[in-house]
């Protein structure tokens, strides 16, 4: 009987899957039949996510991994591959947010965050394709945000990253477009997750920022990881087959302003 769960048996590599967007995404792709290999630099908390899906009765298991390492990602891909016989879904979700007024940033903060939030999924991607044209079959979801389209205060830095993002996936959708692959972006507004607390901080906490997130997000709260996690499952799957190269908007309507 053809299973009716909507990655049945894929292969999906996860980063950042140790918090937030990227373990609810993990969990999203294990509860829909995929297996999942949930990456992360904090190995502990990779692991923490595989579990929980384990506990789930699902299939998931931990990997360690700094995506700014571009050996450390083709080894990666190399050890799914060999491991589970191929990677048909890559999240490149894993990111860093390091506000801060422009003119005072370190060569630190905009090393770590082009390295991270740019070539980290430019290593895994380049290191997943040849497979993916092996079996002529993979879709790439890429994390960039609200602010790869526009910016905010503190955030030049991360918003010029996420718009990289933006551009990346356009690029690989189009030279990938005739092969199988497929390749889209999800652009999320503001969602509950640690990787805010620093510009929350510099915005005037993170009480004051719920309580005035009407003045930015119109839908007037946060988003959860599961609504992104959501996105995420459906640009994976075969039913946004005729998707490619879009830039998905997932942002209680903040960017309709
Ligand atoms: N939360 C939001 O409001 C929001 C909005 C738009 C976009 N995003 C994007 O969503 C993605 C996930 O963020 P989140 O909100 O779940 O944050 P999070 O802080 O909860 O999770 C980020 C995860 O990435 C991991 N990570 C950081 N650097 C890494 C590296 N070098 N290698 C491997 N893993 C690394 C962290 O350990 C962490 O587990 C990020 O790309 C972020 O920019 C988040």
Same mark, same amino acid.
């Given at each position: 009987m053809t299973s009716t769960l909507?990655?049945?048996d894929r292969v999906a590599f996860v980063t950042g899957a140790g918090s937030g967007i990227g373990q609810?995404?993990?969990?999203?792709?294990?509860?829909?039949?995929?297996?999942?290999?949930?990456?992360?630099?904090?190995?502990?908390?990779? $692991?923490?996510?595989?579990?929980?899906?384990?506990?789930?009765?699902?299939?998931?298991?931990?990997?360690?991994?700094?995506?700014?390492?571009?050996?450390g990602c083709a080894k990666a891909i190399d050890y799914t591959v060999e491991k589970f016989g191929a990677i048909d879904i890559l999240v490149n979700n894993a990111g860093v947010?390091?506000?801060?007024?422009?003119?005072?940033?370190?060569?630190? %903060?905009?090393?770590?965050?082009l390295n991270v939030n740019v070539k980290g999924?430019?290593?895994l991607t380049r290191a997943a394709l040849?497979?993916?044209?092996k079996n002529s079959r993979g879709s790439i979801v890429n994390m960039s945000s609200v602010n790869g389209l526009v910016s905010e205060p503190y955030l030049s830095v991360y918003s010029a990253s996420k718009g990289a993002i933006v551009m990346f996936t356009r690029g690989i959708a189009l030279d990938?477009?005739? %092969?199988?692959?497929?390749?889209?972006?999800?652009?999320?507004?503001?969602?509950? %997750?640690?990787?805010?607390?620093?510009?929350?901080?510099?915005?005037?906490?993170?009480?004051?920022?719920?309580? $005035?997130?009407?003045?930015?997000?119109?839908?007037?709260?946060p988003g959860t990881s599961r609504e992104i996690a959501n996105v995420v499952l459906f640009l994976a799957s075969d039913e946004s087959s005729f998707m490619t190269g879009s830039i998905v908007s997932a942002d209680g309507g903040m960017t309709a302003q």
């Open positions: 909507r990655v049945a609810a995404s993990a969990i999203r792709l294990a509860e829909e039949g995929a297996k999942v290999i949930c990456a992360d630099i904090d190995l502990a908390a990779a $692991t923490a996510t595989a579990d929980q899906i384990i506990g789930q009765g699902f299939f998931a298991e931990g990997y360690g991994l700094d995506i700014s390492d571009s050996a947010n390091l506000p801060g007024v422009f003119h005072e940033v370190s060569n630190e %903060t905009i090393d770590r965050t999924a430019m290593y040849p497979h993916m044209l990938y477009a005739k %092969t199988g692959i497929r390749c889209n972006a999800i652009c999320p507004g503001w969602v509950d %997750t640690p990787i805010n607390h620093a510009h929350a901080k510099m915005l005037g906490g993170l009480d004051h920022v719920y309580k $005035t997130i009407d003045s930015f997000q119109p839908i007037g709260r």
